[in-house]
């Protein structure tokens, strides 16, 4: 089988774990030239056969070093983010501001940093982590998560109706609960850890979690140009969640 992403340069944010890596190490697997950042450094180290940047989202001069070290890329995946728990009133403006500047300004950094080397080059794709919780479900105790979620998927198709005529793509990816170090975490900060863990499985029809590397796989189909027909759109992967 031909390697679907041979000659292209990708370059990924939070690439040290979880559906980042996958992704990272899918594209590499289809013969992507990968350039992995993530915050943190020791992570990065885990990685093989890829460049790596130690980069924080949040600096813009960060991402416009790393954007100029890199040149110009054919697939922007942006993978960093944060998840919150509780209602509007368990969280604090602090908590919202940051991620808030994490889950979506952190797109407009990446993209005002590699957009003009992409569309010089010819075009590209953008890759965008949402989550089906947002404009798509209520989910409870995602109050911060899910409006910062709805905003990718409105930042998404924005960028995409403003240069689907230089041919670039932009595309969102929208997750149930998918198993990774995160929401092993998450699920460790509860009183009754084994509970929890039911509980994100009780709420997906399939019975199970996603893992990373299915969502990976949706991410080489549109950075692929067998996606090339594809823009402004967000791609449902959730276990069936919002049936």
Same mark, same amino acid.
């Given at each position: ?13 939070? &690439? @040290?774990q979880?559906?980042g ?5 899918? =594209?590499?697997?289809? *013969?992507a030239?990968?350039? /992995? +950042?993530?915050?943190?450094?020791d992570?990065?180290g885990?990685?093989?056969g ?5 980069l ?8 416009q070093?790393?954007?100029?070290? &890199? @040149?110009?890329?054919?697939v ?5 983010? =944060?998840?919150?728990? *509780?209602?509007?009133?368990? /969280? +604090? ?9 994490l889950?979506?300004k ?7 940093a ?6 010089d080059?010819g075009?590209? &794709?953008i890759?965008?982590m ?7 479900k209520?989910?409870v105790?995602?109050n ?12 998404t198709k ?8 230089q041919?670039v ?14 929401l ?7 009183d ?20 990373a590397?299915?969502i ?6 549109l ?5 090339a ?6 791609f ?8």
């Open positions: 089988m031909a390697e679907r992403l041979k000659g292209k340069r990708c370059f990924i944010t939070a &690439a @040290g979880g559906i890596r996958a992704t990272a190490e899918a =594209f590499l697997a289809e *013969g030239e990968v350039i /992995a +950042s993530d915050i943190n450094a992570l990065l885990t990685l093989s890829m460049q790596t940047v130690t924080d989202v949040t600096d813009m001069g960060a991402v070093a790393a954007a100029k070290q &890199a @040149g110009a890329v054919d922007l995946f942006n993978c960093a983010g =944060f998840v919150h728990h *509780g209602s509007v009133l368990d /969280a +604090s403006e602090d908590e919202w501001d940051f991620a808030m500047n889950n979506v952190s797109l407009f950094r990446t993209a005002r590699f957009l003009p080397a992409m569309i080059n075009g590209g &794709a890759i965008n949402a989550s089906v919780s947002g404009s798509i209520g989910i105790n995602r911060i998560y899910g409006t910062t979620k709805a905003a990718v998927i409105g930042f924005s960028v995409a109706a403003d240069f689907v005529g041919n793509r932009c595309n969102a990816i929208a997750p149930g609960t998918v198993e990774t170090p995160s092993g975490d998450r699920i460790n900060a509860f009754d850890p084994v509970q929890a863990r039911k509980d994100f499985i009780a709420r997906q029809p399939m019975g199970r979690l996603g893992n590397q299915e990976g796989a949706l991410a080489v189909y950075a692929s140009d067998d996606a027909y594809c823009t402004g759109q967000t449902i992967i959730d276990g069936g969640i919002t049936i």
